[in-house]
């Protein structure tokens, strides 16, 4: 049985700490009933609100277990206001140094795959336009940093905000941020086209 982890932020997270699979609503959910349970384990350890800092805090705090198969992360949307609204750069500088520290720190501790996701921002509500700069910025990033680590890297950004004015806005995305049942799909579709071609 092959052994699937899921870290990032609230996305990630979709409430599974509520919910008696321990996997949530979201795109992780949606996963474990596409993939086989007698041939794959699938957890979710994303944790609401969480930036790149945190992630690595909880890796260092907790420590992981070294016989993952597949590492997938999404992290990013939550280091954009810390951009933002205090004098932190945050994005490329910090940003970069905490995201690389935890893939060094994952390539040590497992021998396992490494799946990246690109952060995503929708346009709706306007007032996250100005923010895409940002975004494409963290994408960049985790690209250098996906051939540094030999990991593959998933683009979700423009395809999901492509959706989003195909189909509306509300169709796809909660706030702007976060995922319908619609997005999460989609968000799910694109991790199992890149991983099980």
């Not at 004015?165 to 169709?171: I, L, N, T």
């Amino acid at each position: 049985m092959k052994k699937y982890l899921f870290l990032g932020d609230s996305i990630t997270d979709a409430d599974h700490l509520f919910e008696p699979s321990g996997l949530g609503n979201g795109y992780v959910s949606l996963l474990a009933r596409a993939l086989s349970p007698c041939d794959y384990r699938i957890v979710n350890r994303g944790h609401n609100g969480f930036t790149s800092e945190q992630l690595l805090r909880l890796l260092h705090r907790d420590g992981i277990e070294p016989d993952w198969d597949l590492i997938t992360i999404l992290i990013g949307v939550n280091d954009i206001p810390v951009e933002v609204y205090t004098s932190h750069n945050r994005i490329p500088g910090e940003f970069y140094e905490y995201y690389d520290k935890i893939l060094a720190f994952l390539t040590s501790h497992t021998k396992a795959h490494l799946i990246l996701m690109e952060p995503f921002l929708f346009d709706h509500p306007q007032e996250y336009i100005p923010w895409h700069s940002l975004v494409v910025k963290e994408s960049n990033i985790i690209q250098e940093l996906a051939l540094k680590y030999h990991a593959d890297f998933i683009f979700t950004d423009q395809y999901l905000r492509e959706k989003a004015d195909r189909e509306g806005a509300d169709h796809i995305t909660r706030d702007g941020i976060h995922l319908t049942h619609r997005g999460n799909q989609l968000l799910a579709d694109l991790w199992l086209s890149a991983c099980h071609k």
